[in-house]
């Protein structure tokens, strides 16, 4: 494993333990000292400074990638950016239409992640 990767590793991962611990503990805060309106609104953001880290690691493995490792990244990225825009701006007339039932946007996030990793698994697959 080479140091970016690494590094990265090390970042990100020290990130996703710290997100975890915010997550659990912003919960906790809530619901143990009963706080309600914008103060637990301004509480329950906390894990986002760790999710902000763990962007910033991911900016600096893709700047340590070569040109075929960007250009698979930022396809990948496009692809998924595409689908699931296209798929919840469809699912939104749905919701308006029919009533379907409402999703959260808590669940862009993992969607664009999960798109991106199916996408860069198979995008490498053009370049061989």
């Known amino acids: 494993m080479n140091n970016p990767t690494r ?11 710290a997100y975890t611990g915010a997550l659990f503990a912003s919960g906790w805060v809530i619901d143990s000292l009963a706080i309600t309106g914008w103060s637990a609104g301004a509480v329950s953001l906390a894990p986002l400074v760790a999710v902000f880290y763990a962007l910033h690691a991911a900016i600096v493995r893709i700047r340590a990638m070569d040109e075929v490792q960007r250009r698979i ?18 699912y ?4 308006g239409s029919i009533n379907a039932p409402v999703i959260s946007m808590i669940w862009v996030l993992p969607a664009l992640i999960g798109t991106y990793g199916i996408a860069s698994m198979i995008l490498p697959l053009r370049f061989k």
């Open 7 to 17: 590094r990265y590793l090390q970042h990100f991962g020290g990130a996703m333990l």
């Open 73 to 90: 990244v930022l396809e990948s990225m496009l692809w998924s950016a595409g689908i699931v825009g296209f798929v919840s701006f469809g």
């Open 92 to 95: 939104g007339f749905l919701e």
